[in-house]
């Protein structure tokens, strides 16, 4: 017996030297002096990285204009480790909690999946060691893990003939980091945000709490998380509503002059499936979305659009725009789906639903496309500018939500004032409509308060390449698309246009709470209740 237990006792001390000496060489720099020291001597330290290029990883986003260095990054490879993680921090609370921010692509654009001084969760590191995506199509879901990609996602379920039915345009962004936004694009109004099609989640709350929750269960925290901007748990699994997958699509694009007639027919477009109409047209359209077409914005020059439109398309916009009448153009985007049943109907079915729009006369231009690469579209795009060096550079986005009642005088103030004769447009602009009654109000995304409202997404990029924050600051085509956005804001506010920012950024208190209006005392409520040390999604500095 004694000896028995003396010969486990130099296992364990033997087993911790192991783990000491695998961390050592791990870590290029001392244990980081904001941490516990008790953290160093869990499981879970094993999983820490300190070197040079986890850090510079972990400090910088897609926006590339923030910079917050974390003290480490965790690679977890389940969900245990984040587990440990968190309660590591909570239980420090008598010293002082270290913050913590999931980061999945880390495709935030102002630092809202960093940690300054504290540890940056790779959610990443969780896809490599398991393919956690299952798909169960007889019941219509998908589990799939917070870390996995939405492209993941799609191929997985493809497989079994259905797929998720709300999207977000990229796919290269994750489960965790759109849920935590809302993830919309122009099915949107049709099946509401991604948040909208979520049955259950499995969160790891900012007290190192695991919870199921849905609408029925825990269902306080399910609203908090969805829209919740990272503030009240990290999402480790999602389960996600799927349908019966199409196989193609016929993708349309229109172009207006007229900016109210270019409105007036998406919001019909999108009517058509919430008020039926007649038997042909019930189904209505899967998808609508639309964009703004400068000269400066010329289709061929937009990575929204440029594979899009044949040459001679793109010679064809561009003498309309050369004409000083039309310097300005919008195009309005509409697909339907279809697959092997309703292969000799669509057409039909398309024209009836096309019939009557007012657009330009002959500026109507079809695609017929696959499902995948009608989802997968933006993905051309991104490797055609990653091959030219124009991926990697500073997003200045600025994406509003705006009530309908006032998208005419947006336009009038910002497409035709601000941005019209600005020549340091690069990137896309997109305009399209989406109902209000398709989300839900219990969760934490914030939305206009009337049925009908626009999102607009400024995605402008600065053509420069910047290696370092200092570079960026100085770079005067970032400066001056900042410049048009605080202008944009500035003149919604005068002009007293009651916007919501989508991928909201804000320095203070009282923005935040302007921002989240009569939801703000229940997202505080929340936030006390599951996260009550602040530990969580520091970056997006609301709390911290
Ligand atoms: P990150 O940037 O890594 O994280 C975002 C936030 O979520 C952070 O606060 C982070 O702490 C938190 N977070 C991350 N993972 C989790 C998790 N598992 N649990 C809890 N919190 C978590 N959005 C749309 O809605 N529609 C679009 O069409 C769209 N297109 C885009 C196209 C491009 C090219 C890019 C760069 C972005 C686009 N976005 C779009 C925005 C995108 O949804 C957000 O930037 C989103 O945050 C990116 O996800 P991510 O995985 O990179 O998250």
């Not at 499902?371 to 200045?396: A, I, T």
């Not at 505080?524 to 602040?534: G, M, S, V």
Request: aromatic share 10%.
């Amino acid at each position: 017996m004694g000896k028995n237990k003396s010969i486990s006792c130099c296992f364990t001390v033997i087993a911790f030297v192991k783990r000491l000496v695998s961390r050592i060489g791990k870590q290029s720099r001392p244990w980081p002096p904001s941490l516990p020291r008790e953290l160093q001597f869990l499981d879970v330290a094993a999983r820490l990285r300190v070197d040079f290029d986890a850090i510079t990883m972990a400090s910088t986003d897609f926006g590339k204009f923030s910079r917050e260095i974390p003290a480490a990054v965790i690679c977890p490879s389940s969900e245990d480790d984040i587990v440990a993680l968190v309660r590591s921090s909570y239980a420090s609370a008598s010293s002082s909690p270290f913050s913590i921010a999931a980061r999945g692509q880390g495709h935030s654009l102002r630092g809202q999946a960093m940690a300054s001084g504290g540890v940056v969760v790779d959610m990443r590191a969780m896809a490599i060691n398991s393919g956690r995506i299952s798909v169960c199509g007889s019941a219509l879901y998908a589990d799939v893990g917070g870390e996995q990609l939405w492209i993941d996602v799609l191929n997985a379920t493809l497989w079994h003939g259905v797929a998720p039915s709300s999207w977000t345009d990229y796919l290269y962004l994750t489960v965790g980091g759109t849920l935590s936004n809302a993830g919309i694009s122009g099915q949107s109004f049709r099946h509401g945000p991604q948040i909208s099609n979520v049955k259950e989640l499995d969160v790891v709350t900012g007290r190192g709490e695991v919870v199921t929750c849905s609408r029925d269960m825990n269902s306080e925290l399910f609203c908090a998380v969805l829209g919740g901007l990272g503030q009240f748990g990290i999402i480790t699994r999602a389960r996600i509503a799927v349908e019966q997958a199409p196989s193609r699509v016929k993708w349309v694009r229109m172009l207006y002059h007229d900016f109210s007639a270019f409105t007036r027919d998406q919001e019909y477009l999108i009517s058509i499936h919430v008020n039926g109409g007649d038997e042909g047209m019930k189904q209505g359209l899967d998808y609508v979305e639309g964009s703004v077409v400068t000269s400066q914005l010329s289709p061929a020059s937009n990575w929204r659009s440029s594979s899009f439109f044949s040459q001679t398309d793109h010679s064809k916009i561009s003498s309309i725009l050369a004409n000083q009448q039309h310097d300005i153009l919008y195009y309005l985007e509409v697909a339907k789906y279809y697959d092997h049943l309703t292969v000799d109907t669509v057409d039909g079915e398309l024209e009836v639903l096309l019939s009557g729009l007012s657009f330009i006369p002959g500026l109507i231009f079809t695609k017929d496309v696959s499902y995948v690469d009608f989802l997968n579209r933006v993905r051309s795009e991104e490797l055609k500018l990653r091959s030219k060096g124009q991926w990697d550079v500073p997003h200045p986005w600025l994406n509003l939500f705006v009530p309908k009642s006032r998208i005419l005088d947006f336009d009038v103030g910002v497409f035709k004032g601000i941005l019209r004769h600005s020549s340091n447009l690069v990137g896309p602009i997109l305009v399209y409509p989406m109902l209000r009654s398709k989300w839900d109000d219990r969760m934490s995304a914030v939305i206009p308060g009337e049925e009908i409202f626009y999102c607009v997404g400024l995605l402008h990029s600065s053509p420069n390449v910047t290696t370092t924050l200092d570079e960026c600051k100085e770079d005067h085509q970032y400066l001056v698309l900042e410049e048009h956005n605080k202008k944009i804001l500035e003149f919604c506010e005068e002009a007293s246009i009651e916007v919501k920012q989508y991928l909201p950024n804000y320095r203070s208190r009282a923005e935040w709470m302007n921002h989240f209006g009569p939801k703000w005392e229940v997202f505080k409520e929340r936030k006390n209740k599951f996260d009550p040390l602040a530990i969580l999604s520091p970056g997006q500095r609301i709390f911290n």
